[in-house]
């Protein structure tokens, strides 16, 4: 079984930066998709970044230009790059995985699909 551990996160001044990271846990070979979803209290998750295997990214209006995502193989992890943070950035940020290939050993594989990491709080304040 796969899951996501995630790192990073915390408190960070206005105009600060901050890196998150998100490992696969668990024998895989392939990852599809992975990124980043953000909640805030009283409101729906949200997009933040993905990213797939192929390189093809995708980000919410309001990161664009000031967040960076990128994926790594073996192990699958994804990195989320906040630069020029504000307080509107704030909230929990959870990582996300699709397509994730599980290796049960003797060349037994599942697919591990829509999974989620147990989230990382990131705050901007002064």
């Known amino acids: 079984q796969v899951q996501l551990v995630e790192s990073g996160g915390g408190l960070v001044q206005p105009g600060g930066s901050l890196r998150l990271s998100c490992v696969v846990s668990?024998?895989?070979?392939?990852?599809?998709?992975m990124g980043w979803y953000r909640q805030v209290p009283g409101q729906e998750r949200e997009l933040v970044a993905t990213?797939?295997?192929?390189?093809?990214?995708t980000y919410a209006d309001s990161v664009r230009g000031r967040f960076r995502v990128g994926m790594e193989a073996h192990p699958y992890r994804v990195h989320l790059q906040m630069n020029n943070l504000n307080p509107d950035d704030s909230g929990v940020y959870y990582c996300?995985?699709?397509?994730?290939?599980?290796?049960?050993?003797?060349?037994?594989?599942?697919?591990?699909?829509?999974?989620w990491g147990q989230g990382t709080q990131v705050t901007v304040s002064s």
């Open positions: 668990g024998p895989h070979s392939d990852a599809y998709l």
């Open positions: 990213v797939t295997n192929g390189g093809h990214t």
């Open positions: 996300y995985g699709d397509g994730i290939t599980a290796v049960h050993g003797e060349g037994v594989t599942s697919f591990a699909l829509k999974i």
